[in-house]
């Protein structure tokens, strides 16, 4: 646009910026200047500070005399470049032949794992996985654009991840939907997914719904919630300290909080979350949510705190954008059969009404901030007349279309958990046999 700009980046993604995202996001040799990290949450003199006195971490010059030389001194050869990017090499299609032990670590030294051991994709294996799908392995699942690059996502693809997380070929078709949602949530803060499967296909594979089901427990639930990591690592090129920059990161990471619905379970008039997102109770679908909270209830229910109650309460610690309420199908019955939420819409519509939180609580969260901030600055509702309330306002953060609720578990005992994970309407695994 002919406007002279620089970037200006944290510390702990400025090599980001200049490296992996100028090769293969936006190929153009944008001058960054570097801040000491971390820039939120700040108070107006440390920033003053970082301008007047820290060094640019790019250059390591001061600051306010690097972004001088950035606004005003002359293009370079390299920042002058026009033209198509050269086109990407692909990666051989294999490895030369080795060791067992020399082959398993190539694979964590290249950041290809969750660092347990694997089962190592030879073409037997691949070629065995790949007979679970009737699509053919060029076949493209989807191009994946983040972090960078356009980079195709096959059926081979998928069929490698999934031989080295331990799957059989009956878990293929599930798996290639899953692949759809590839890569992972990723972000600076403790961004993880939920995995949740619904349908005939639960049964058909032997995926738990019963107790214990967020333990490592069952084969399935634990190759499908592994699988879908090391295929956000892979394809998706998802590694640490080059594209993914989280302090903390998440544990949930490793499984991605993998579950099915109990529908069997399901009390009269609660219909499972395929149903409610539009498909038909026969379809099989998986859904991946993306969140970052996972709040226990610890105990169990007591009468004289209603499960629904408790539930409120908990919810005032989520972000306020979306949530999953997955509970074990003895508290679906006691929150239908006495405290009278005939359907799950009911409950949501409930908890979506009761949930309160201050502005400042509200907007104080990092991740509603950056999402919402520059929609409520353009006058856009409800964010717009939100942002002009005192601190102490009680606002409704939940619509209830916002409020999933999910019914899982071996009816052992009345707990529950609420998080913001919300699962999508979801894809069908059968269009993947």
Not at 49 to 62: A, I, L, T
Not at 110 to 132: K, S
Not at 395 to 410: A, E, H, M, N
Request: glycine letters at 10%.
């Amino acid at each position: 646009m002919g406007i002279p700009s620089i970037g200006a980046a944290g510390a702990n993604i400025v090599n980001y910026a200049i490296g992996y995202n100028f090769k293969y996001t936006n190929g153009m040799p944008i001058r960054y200047v570097g801040f000491p990290f971390p820039v939120a949450g700040q108070p107006k003199e440390v920033h003053h500070r970082y301008v007047f006195e820290s060094n640019d971490v790019v250059s390591g010059k001061p600051m306010m005399e690097a972004i001088i030389d950035a606004f005003t001194k002359p293009l370079t050869e390299d920042e002058q470049i026009t033209g198509q990017p050269p086109e990407a090499v692909a990666e051989p299609r294999l490895l030369p032949p080795d060791t067992e032990d020399n082959l398993q670590q190539l694979f964590k030294d290249m950041d290809w794992t969750d660092y347990n051991p694997i089962i190592l994709p030879t073409e037997e294996r691949v070629a065995a996985m790949l007979a679970g799908t009737s699509h053919p392995p060029e076949k493209e699942v989807k191009v994946l654009s983040w972090p960078g690059g356009n980079r195709s996502l096959t059926v081979e693809k998928v069929a490698v991840c999934a031989v080295m997380a331990g799957a059989k070929p009956k878990h293929f078709p599930l798996i290639l939907a899953v692949a759809m949602a590839v890569p992972f949530g990723n972000s600076t803060s403790s961004m993880a997914n939920m995995i949740l499967v619904n349908g005939p296909i639960r049964n058909e594979v032997g995926m738990n719904y019963g107790g214990n089901v967020m333990g490592p427990h069952a084969e399935v639930n634990a190759v499908l919630g592994r699988v879908f990591t090391l295929m956000s690592k892979t394809a998706g090129d998802l590694h640490a300290g080059k594209t993914t920059f989280s302090t903390l990161g998440s544990n949930l990471q490793y499984n991605n909080l993998c579950i099915a619905e109990n529908e069997e379970a399901l009390p009269e008039g609660w219909e499972p979350v395929h149903v409610q997102n539009g498909h038909k109770p026969t379809d099989s679908v998986v859904s991946v949510g993306t969140g970052w909270s996972y709040i226990s209830s610890v105990g169990e229910v007591q009468i004289a705190y209603p499960p629904q109650n408790l539930m409120r309460d908990y919810m005032r610690s989520l972000t306020g954008m979306g949530a999953s309420v997955i509970m074990d199908p003895t508290v679906a019955g006691l929150l239908r059969d006495t405290q009278g939420f005939k359907t799950k819409e009911d409950l949501s519509a409930w908890l979506a009404e009761n949930v309160q939180k201050t502005v400042a609580s509200y907007w104080g969260n990092g991740v509603v901030s950056t999402m919402y901030s520059s929609m409520a600055i353009q006058g856009l509702e409800p964010f717009a007349s939100q942002r002009k309330l005192s601190g102490n306002t009680l606002i409704q953060p939940f619509q209830p279309r916002s409020v999933q609720v999910i019914v899982t578990g071996g009816g052992i005992q009345t707990t529950w958990f609420v998080t913001d994970f919300r699962a999508g309407r979801g894809t069908l695994v059968d269009d993947w046999r």
